[in-house]
């Protein structure tokens, strides 16, 4: 058979071929160049920028982000990220009534980075709410490290305690479409801390989610979302591998191996035709961007410890919940339940667990050769970026590695 040059547009039944020997081969979506590597052999806060703020995600919350060696510290060669109460910092009469919280800062290190919903400065009591009444800590890359398109691999283990929210995800460094969700999040994983028997998914369970849409009521998430879980045991027992696959044409998660598909995602149409906005009269903000945006543009890594809030991860009426996702109190709803919440909190089980944080560029450059019963000769020559990965994810459903 005659040599086939895949650097010309190739036919339908040119990609599959090359699909099929990609498969059988398993060895040509390969690493690129590593671009980030953190190993937490030192707590670098050159690289990891600490969130302080009140302000609860926007979700209402439970904690506030603060930098401490309490709450976020290397041991080991591990990340850990640990909730407190707030209580043993102040005092309890100080979080029920009375005392104002200045998160406003003074130097350039510690400075708010988020005043919406109150974030900067809260008096507890004001409002007839307590001050959130948890310590966590937030960090993120956006001021030394971001990037577009890559393969990235976080080993961590998850927090167990109820009501807890441990989250890996991805941020865009620019809003180049617009305020959220207009350009973008990449969830690579989030869960709840609570047991297995948890309705909505404890922490034998996690989630991927890529969140978009022109507005944030018209967020297109319910699309792109998946929750896998473990057939036994749960995520705080071991490390366990979140991956990401991210390029013009697909974006994916996996768990542990490119073969175990999380989220999967092919890029066949734009994110405005996949939302079916066209027909509701808003403007298109991906308009001057490429088939995938808003995920064409530039990201940077957060990691956090959120514990309860009002959004709805937590449903109303399942599990014990304490609080209302309605209720104008529901702090103080979940405050005073900590007898029973607090008491599933055991020490650093309750700490999300950090043990690295890789990114690669995609990249190959293979020649493949198979040979036919009737000793025909294939040979196909692959010198192209994520062809290869594409293809096999959008025909076979994973990218081999």
Same mark, same amino acid.
């Given at each position: 058979?005659?040599?086939? !040059? ?18 059988? /081969? /398993? ?8 671009? #980030? ?28 982000? *603060? ?49 919406? #919903? ?17 310590? !966590? ?8 490290? !971001? ?39 990449? *969830? ?38 998946? /929750? ?8 705080? /027992?071991? #490390? ?55 995920? *064409? ?58 043990? !690295? ?45």
């Amino acid at each position: 058979m005659s040599r086939i !040059s895949v650097e010309m547009r190739l036919s339908v039944t040119s990609v599959f071929t090359v699909v099929l020997l990609v498969a059988a /081969q /398993q060895d040509v979506c390969v690493k690129g160049e590593l671009l #980030f590597e953190e190993d937490f052999n030192v707590f670098n806060l050159s690289v990891w920028q600490h969130e302080l703020t009140m302000s609860g995600g926007g979700n209402w919350e439970f904690q506030l982000y *603060d930098n401490n060696r309490a709450n976020s510290y290397v041991r080991d060669g591990i990340l850990y990220i640990k909730p407190t109460l707030l209580s043993d910092a102040i005092g309890e009469a100080n979080v029920q009534n009375g005392y104002t919280m200045n998160m406003w800062g003074g130097t350039p290190a510690d400075l708010c980075t988020g005043n919406h #919903f109150y974030g900067c400065l809260r008096t507890s009591g004001a409002g007839g709410n307590v001050l959130n009444p948890i310590r !966590s800590a937030r960090i993120r890359t956006v001021k030394s490290f !971001s990037f577009k398109y890559g393969r990235v691999e976080v080993k961590a283990k998850l927090p167990k305690g109820d009501w807890l929210w441990p989250a890996i995800w991805m941020l865009p460094t620019y809003n180049q479409y617009g305020g959220w969700p207009s350009s973008g999040e990449i *969830d690579i994983m989030e869960s709840r801390g609570n047991n297995a028997s948890y309705p909505a998914g404890g922490v034998d369970a996690f989630g991927s989610t890529l969140h978009w849409g022109p507005y944030a009521l018209e967020n297109g998430y319910a699309k792109t979302t998946v /929750q896998k879980k473990l057939d036994s045991g749960d995520f705080s /027992q071991d #490390f366990h591998i979140y991956g990401l696959i991210w390029n013009e044409t697909y974006i994916g998660t996996y768990l542990d191996d490119p073969s175990n598909v999380t989220l999967s995602v092919p890029i066949t149409e734009s994110f405005w035709d996949r939302g079916g906005y066209a027909g509701k009269n808003y403007d298109n903000p991906w308009a001057a961007g490429g088939r995938n945006a808003p995920f *064409d543009q530039e990201f940077y890594f957060v990691i956090n410890l959120a514990v309860g809030g009002t959004n709805g991860y937590f449903p109303d009426n399942q599990g014990g919940k304490p609080w209302s996702n309605l209720s104008p109190h529901s702090v103080n709803e979940f405050w005073n339940d900590k007898s029973s919440w607090y008491s599933t909190w055991n020490g650093e089980e309750a700490a999300l667990k950090v043990d !690295s944080v890789r990114v690669w560029d995609l990249s190959i450059s293979t020649t493949m050769s198979t040979t036919k019963s009737t000793s025909d000769a294939l040979s196909v020559e692959v010198s192209f970026m994520h062809f290869c990965c594409a293809a096999l994810v959008f025909l076979l459903g994973a990218c081999f590695y």
